[in-house]
T-cell receptor
Framework: KNQVEQSPQSLIILEGKNCTLQ??????????LRWYKQDTGRGPVSLTI?????NTKSNGRYTATLDADTKQSSLHITASQLSDSASYIC???????????????FGTGTRLLVSP | GAGVSQTPSNKVTEKGKYVELRCDPI?????LYWYRQSLGQGPEFLIY????????DSGLPNDRFFAVRPEGSVSTLKIQRTERGDSAVYLC???????????FGDGTRLSIL
C-alpha cells in the first residue's frame, strides 16, 4: 500500500532556531517527492520538488533532502520566522504512465509552531 | 485570476441535500484535480481531469459523488444525498504539466448538519 509517514506530528520551536522535519514513504513506482506548506484555512503551496536523481533542493530558508534508496526525505528550515508556523506536508508522486497523471500520496503533515 | 479559485469558501447544509462546489483553475492549465481533506489529515485524491475528460476517478468514494468539466476549464464537484461524513475541506488543484507542481485553491469547507 502506498503510504507517506511524517514525523514529528507537531513541533514548537523558538523564532530564529532551525528545525528538521522527516518523511518516510512506501510509494511505487516513485516519480518525485514534494514538500508543501499549508497555512491554516488555505490550500497547500509547493516548496520543493525532487526526482530520484536529486539529493537536495533549496528554496530560500527551506532545504529538502531525498534518499531514494532508504525512501526518506527531510525538510530543514533555517532561522525560523513566525510566518513559518504552518503544516508541512510531504507528498510523493506515483507515476501513472497510462494516464500521464501523477497520483499524489499525501502525508498527514507536521504542524509547526514558531514561538516568539 | 492568478491562482486557483474555489467557491463557495464555506458551505453549510443539511443532511440529504445536494451541493455543488466550483473550481476555476489557473488559465491554460489542462490538468485539474479534486481532493478531500479531513481535519488533521493530508488531502486525499478524488478525481483528475485532463481537458474535459475524467482520466482517473478512482478516488471518488461512492456514486453520490460526481464531477464535470464540460469546457475543459471550470469544474464542478457534485454531491448528492449528503451525509455528515462528507464534511471536510474540498480542495481543487490545477497544473499545466505532469512534472510541475499542482497549484491548490484555498478549498471549500463543507459542513453537513
Amino acid at each position: 500500500k502506498n503510504q507517506v509517514e511524517q514525523s514529528p506530528q507537531s513541533l514548537i520551536i523558538l523564532e530564529g532556531k532551525n528545525c528538521t522535519l522527516q518523511c518516510n514513504y512506501t510509494v511505487s513506482p516513485f516519480s518525485n517527492l514534494r514538500w508543501y506548506k499549508q497555512d491554516t484555512g488555505r490550500g497547500p503551496v509547493s516548496l520543493t520538488i525532487m526526482t530520484f536523481r536529486e539529493n537536495t533542493k533549496s528554496n530560500g530558508r527551506y532545504t529538502a533532502t531525498l534518499d531514494a534508496d532508504t525512501k526518506q526525505s527531510s525538510l530543514h528550515i533555517t532561522a525560523s520566522q513566525l510566518s513559518d508556523s504552518a503544516s508541512y506536508i510531504c507528498v510523493v508522486s506515483a507515476d501513472r504512465m497510462n494516464t500521464g497523471f501523477q497520483k499524489l500520496v499525501f502525508g498527514t503533515g507536521t504542524r509547526l509552531l514558531v514561538s516568539p | 485570476g492568478a491562482g486557483v479559485s474555489q467557491t463557495p469558501s464555506n458551505k453549510v447544509t443539511e443532511k440529504g441535500k445536494y451541493v455543488e462546489l466550483r473550481c476555476d483553475p489557473i488559465s491554460g492549465h489542462t490538468a485539474l484535480y479534486w481532493y478531500r481533506q479531513s481535519l488533521g489529515q493530508g488531502p486525499e485524491f478524488l478525481i483528475y481531469f485532463q481537458g474535459t475528460g475524467a482520466a482517473d476517478d478512482s478516488g471518488l468514494p461512492n456514486d453520490r459523488f460526481f464531477a464535470v468539466r464540460p469546457e475543459g476549464s471550470v469544474s464542478t464537484l457534485k454531491i448528492q444525498r449528503t451525509e455528515r461524513g462528507d464534511s471536510a475541506v474540498y480542495l481543487c488543484a490545477s497544473s499545466g504539466d505532469r512534472n510541475q507542481p499542482q497549484h491548490f485553491g484555498d478549498g471549500t469547507r463543507l459542513s453537513i448538519l
